[in-house]
């Protein structure tokens, strides 16, 4: 039950992080297309996150307490994991070939992306916090 858990934070996460590329290529080069920009992401997280939501239902009609704490370390870690690199990969991608003119409009996207980056791996952290003996 743990891993549809770990599914839908790598569901969620991956497309998100490769939108975030695409579309921050696109900002560093022209800064004032902003809202276009994020309306575009905005539209691509509400689509990519359909099937990891769907998951996370799933994975809570069928929530158990394990037997042992164990069985949840692996996807622990695994969910952490996620969370680590979605971070590294967008403060990465935030700070390669920016101008000094679009740095501020780069670094309010950033930080729009690293919440919605985190917010499905965090609602499956916790949802493994709930199968706990």
């Known amino acids: 039950m743990a891993?549809?858990?770990v599914a839908a934070a790598a569901l969620a996460a991956i497309p998100?992080?490769?939108?975030?590329?695409v579309l921050v290529s696109k900002l560093k080069e022209n800064p004032e297309s902003l809202a276009n920009i994020q309306q575009k992401f905005?539209?691509?997280v509400a689509i990519s996150e359909a099937i990891p939501l769907l998951l996370i239902i799933y994975g809570y009609i069928n929530l158990e307490p394990v037997?042992?704490?164990?069985?949840?370390?692996?996807p622990g870690i695994i969910i952490l994991f996620i969370m680590a690199y979605a971070i590294f990969f967008i403060f990465l991608q935030k700070n390669v070939d920016v101008t000094p003119e679009a740095k501020p409009t780069v670094q309010?996207?950033?930080?729009?992306?690293i919440a919605?980056?985190?917010?499905?791996?965090?609602?499956a952290l916790v949802s493994l916090f709930m199968m706990v003996p």
Do not use: H, N, R
């Open 116 to 123: 919605l980056a985190m917010s499905v791996p965090i609602i």
């Open 16 to 21: 998100l992080l490769i939108l975030f590329k």
């Open 108 to 113: 309010s996207f950033t930080f729009i992306s």
């Open 3 to 5: 891993y549809y858990f």
């Open 67 to 74: 037997d042992s704490i164990q069985e949840l370390y692996i």
């Open 42 to 44: 905005f539209m691509g």
